[in-house]
Each structure stands twice: as structure tokens, then as C-alpha cells.
């Protein structure tokens, strides 16, 4: 069958849609994709880009606020693990379910040439590698970890093929963005013993500190800052009242709940990326953003490693642990390469019987035997998947995104759509300087990174249409 209207078969960018959505007939492109099946004929009819938005909006509900939101009001006199445990099955299937959805809708719904620009060969490598964890680690349960984060990973990078143009997706993010927020909000007044950290917690020195529909403030935290860079795109999409209150109520919980980091990093990623892309300098913006990754590891972890950098960070700061990171950095440091090529495994290191039987110091800050991960989100991918693992994590998350981010604003009419998904790369990677999320499951901090990912590497392939 032969490609119709202006595309041809060296180019999809004809009408500048990222799904194939053809808005004059409003049903997706001509049938090299799918037989013409826009609509259900009846009293309602039902469009199929009806069904895409209703669809993405389910997935990004999932992603932020769960099947399971305030579960941290559960929490007493148990631990991480008992919680994750408790709500893991419901999430497997509710993931699952919705998982398969999205690949029916998108089989059905977008044109082949487009995933054909979309699918990503690097992607597909670490997705592998994630996948050959399984057969490095001991822990039990291993492949149904392997294929939860498989499953998740899947359903997030699909979510951009889903609005069929601009204003649909800034319809989903403004709807989930008000859903996310109200509950937050009125889980302070309704619930506040789930929605507020207590002294009762397993961590009692965060005793008041916003939680809202998440397990922990350092979840909490940076995903309201990035709900808040969805808050200014939108304004700067003109839709100032409803951008102007996500962007305030957002960034007002965030504050509230005290994460450190990410307050910090919001403010540096705004003037990294904001800046220079207002004034069509996204390239200046890139390299950066780049240099400002680089600086972030090496003056965190790195100063632990190398006593050049750790030289640099005592001429600012003579004492800082990084509250007690570095006893971990430096504990790991004795394991990083015991298996280089493979890791042990995804989730494999942190919590494993070996761990909790190996004596530690008295005199350590931070006893690595109790903690899930190892707040650093590279130093984590080396454990569990190896040098290949690492260099190709460093190569999606940090140089890719990069090049597309600079690919996407030169083609791209509006380039506010590439400054969103970039300003939440780059504070996703900055944070991960202290926190480690890579391929953590459902962590929807990670997924929100993955969807910006995708839609950026959209957004430099096929702008989406407005």
C-alpha cells in the first residue's frame, strides 16, 4: 500500500505530527497503519483520538499518582521493603494491564513510518541488558523485578505516542497536573498522617515535612519541581491561569517537603536550560547543561575517588558528607568492578545477604547494610549492570538527550515543548548526583525522566503537531 497526502516515504515531518494524526478527518493517517477504524458509530461516537487522550491521561495518572497513593499511611512499625511488597502485586498488574493498552492503541492508532523513527537501537541494548540481569543475580524473584522495570520503562516511552497533537498532550498534563495537586493538597487535610511525614515514621527527623500522595520526600519533592516545569510551559503555551497554578501549588509542596536536592538543582536547571533556549541559544544551553552534569558527579561521588576533585569540594565546603553519602560511595567503591561486565544484577547488590552479614565499622556514618539503594544513581547502574550498562545509561540519559535537544529546537517552530523535556532530563541527572532512581521500577521520578526521553527524541524527529 502506497503512503497518501504530502508524506513521502524519505520523510514524515510533511505535516509535522508525531502520532499520524491527520486533523482535518480527525482519524489517524491513511491506512498504512490500520484499516479506518477512527470511530464507533452510535449515539456517541467515540474518535480515536478520544480514546489516545483518555488513554494517555490514565498513563500519567498511573505514573504520578499510582494505584495505590497514600500507602505511606500504612507504613507504622514496618519498613521499605514490607511496604513495597505489600503494594507490589497490585501495581505489577495495574502496570501490566495498562501496559498492554497502550502497545493496542499504538499498533491500531500510529503510522508505522512513525515508530519506525521512533524505536531507538540503543534502547533496545540496554532494555537487553537490563533483561540479562536476571540470569547475574541471586535474588529471589529476579525476573519478575526484570519484568515490572521492563514493563514500566515500555508503557512510559509510549506515552508521547499518544496525544495525537499539541494541545491534546498539554490537556493531559494540565488534567494530571490539577489531579496530582488537589490530592496532595487535600491529603494534608483529610489525611495528614499519610500525607505528612510523622515522628512515628521509620525516619522520624522528617516529622512534618509533605509527602502528599507519595511514599517519601525525596520522591515527593522532585517530581512537584517537575510538575512545576510543566506548570511554565504551559504558561508559556498561553495558558497562564492554569500554568501559572500548577507552577505555584507545585513548587509550594515541593518547598514543603524539604527535599534538599531538589530545591537546589531546580533553580540551576531553569537557568541552564530556560536561559539560553529564550534566546534560541540551545546549544550553548546543551554543552551546559553537560558540563554541569559532569561537575555535579565529580564534585559528589567523584570526590570520593579522586583526590583532585575532593580538593575542589573542601574549598567550598571542608566537612560535608553529603549527610553520610560518602560512607556508602566509598563502601561501594570495594565492589564497583568485582564484576565488570555484568554487575550483579538489577537490584542485586543493596539488601543481598552477603551485604547484610559483612561486618562495618563503628565509626561509619551510615550503616550500608539497611539502605535500598546507594544514592548515586551511575554508581548504582555499575553495581547491578556493569561498565556496558553504565557508559550506555550515560550515552540515553545524559549525550543523547543533548543532540536532540539542540536537533529539536532548530527544526521545531516552538521550541517550549523541547525546553520542558530537557529542563527534566537534566534535573532528573543532576538529582540522580545524590538519589538513584535509574530503572527503579515504577519510581516515578524515573518514568517521568523516560517520558521526557521519548518526547524528546520525538520532538527532534517529528515535532508534534499544533
Known sequence: ????????????????????????????????????????????????????????????ALIWISLDPFAAGRLFGRNEASLFDQGRLINQLGYSAMAALTLAAILSFVDRRVLA????????????????????????????SVAFTLIALGMASALPLLPATRGDFETVLKTVSLALLALCYAGLVLDPGAAMHQAADLEAQHAGLWRGVFTHKNIAGPVMVMVGFGGIFL??????????????????????????????VAPVTMALVLLPGLFGLRLIGAIAAIASIAAAHAL???SVFVPAFDAVLRSFHETTTFTGR??????????????????????GFWGNDFLRSTEQPFDRSWDPRGIVHGHNGFID????????GLLL???LTVLAPAADYVRAGAQSRDGALADLFFMIIVFAVLVSALESFFFRRADPIWLTMVIALAGLRLSARLPLRA
Open 117 to 144: 523513527r521512533f524505536v531507538s537501537v540503543p534502547w533496545l541494548i540496554m532494555a537487553a541488558i537490563v533483561a540479562a540481569s536476571a540470569f547475574t543475580t541471586d535474588v529471589a524473584g529476579a525476573w519478575r
Open 300 to 302: 559528589t561521588v567523584g
Open 393 to 395: 545509561t550515560v550515552w
Open 235 to 264: 504558561m508559556r503555551r498561553r495558558q497562564w491561569l492554569s500554568g501559572g497554578l500548577i507552577a505555584v501549588l507545585a513548587f509550594f509542596f515541593a518547598y514543603n517537603a524539604g527535599s534538599k536536592t531538589a530545591l537546589a
Open 381 to 388: 547502574i555499575l553495581l547491578f549492570l556493569g561498565v556496558p
Open 326 to 347: 560518602t560512607a556508602i560511595w566509598d563502601f561501594a567503591g570495594d565492589y564497583l568492578f568485582a564484576r565488570p561486565w555484568t554487575g550483579f544484577g538489577l537490584d
Open 1 to 60: 500500500m502506497r503512503a497518501t497526502g504530502r508524506c513521502s516515504t524519505r520523510s514524515i515531518r510533511c505535516t509535522s505530527r508525531w502520532a499520524g494524526y491527520n486533523p482535518s478527518s480527525a482519524m489517524p493517517m491513511s491506512s498504512i497503519a490500520t484499516p479506518r477504524t477512527d470511530g464507533l458509530h452510535g449515539p456517541v461516537r467515540v474518535t480515536a483520538g478520544a480514546l489516545r487522550l483518555v488513554l494517555a491521561t490514565a498513563v500519567l
